[in-house]
T-cell receptor, first 111, second 115 residues
Framework: EDQVTQSPEALRLQEGESSSLNCSYTVSGLRGLFWYRQDPGKGPEFLFTLYSAGEEKEKERLKATLTKKESFLHITAPKPEDSATYLC????????????FGKGTHLIIQP | DADVTQTPRNRITKTGKRIMLECSQT?????MYWYRQDPGLGLRLIYY???????NKGEISDGYSVSRQAQAKFSLSLESAIPNQTALYFC??????????????FGAGTRLSVL
């Protein structure tokens, strides 16, 4: 059974204070690790997908990295508008076609 | 206009009632999905469909049914709603032509309360 664990559950940072969110996973044949952003009252918004260990993707202040057991979402010099819940999900080679999600990290950036 | 549209956005119903949640998309994607999100549990897959003739159960399909009326429309039904089906429901779509780069795009969600 695929499993995704995100930590921490919640994180409060000052504006400009860089940090990282963790996503550890166990999956039978990884076919993609996905990061989404979810704002209150909205659906998840796609950020990144990673497919193999060592891969990195960047978008503005966000950078996602992948190893064989975990992924990190690095946030550099965050701004209040980066406040959201960040979801990690995996797609495996077996079973259903859908994604297996972690519970998310609720990030608050204080001005 | 949103590429993935869910209706209604909010719904309150009573135990035992049959209700339907609808999803339509203009992205031209062939695959569609239904998830539910509960506080502290994350999103879980209910059903998914590869095309109009191919529907599959997900992790938590008991108590739910689906219908793929057309490539662009995928509805979720609760035959006899119960209070523990109170949750946020999301529809998602993806394009199988992307192969392994199969990104799922989500609608804005339907908040369902069963009293």
């Amino acid at each position: 059974e695929d499993q995704v664990t995100q930590s921490p559950e919640a994180l409060r940072l000052q504006e400009g204070e860089s940090s990282s969110l963790n996503c550890s996973y166990t999956v039978s044949g990884l076919r993609g690790l996905f990061w989404y952003r979810q704002d209150p009252g909205k659906g998840p918004e796609f950020l990144f997908t990673l497919y193999s260990a060592g891969e990195e993707k960047e978008k503005e202040r966000l950078k996602a990295t992948l190893t064989k057991k975990e992924s990190f979402l690095h946030i550099t010099a965050p701004k209040p508008e980066d406040s959201a819940t960040y979801l990690c999900a995996v797609r495996s080679g077996g079973g259903a076609d859908g994604l297996t999600f972690g519970k998310g990290t609720h990030l608050i950036i204080q001005p | 206009d949103a590429d993935v549209t869910q209706t209604p956005r909010n719904r309150i119903t009573k135990t035992g009632k049959r209700i339907m949640l609808e999803c339509s998309q203009t992205k031209g994607h062939d695959r569609m999905y239904w998830y539910r999100q509960d506080p502290g549990l994350g999103l879980r897959l209910i059903y998914y469909s590869f095309d109009v003739k191919d529907i599959n159960k997900g992790e938590i399909s008991d108590g739910y049914s689906v219908s793929r009326q057309a490539q662009a429309k995928f509805s979720l039904s609760l035959e006899s709603a119960i209070p523990n089906q109170t949750a946020l429901y999301f529809c998602a779509t993806s394009d199988s032509r992307q192969g392994t780069k199969n990104i799922q795009y989500f609608g804005a969600g339907t908040r369902l309360s069963v009293l």
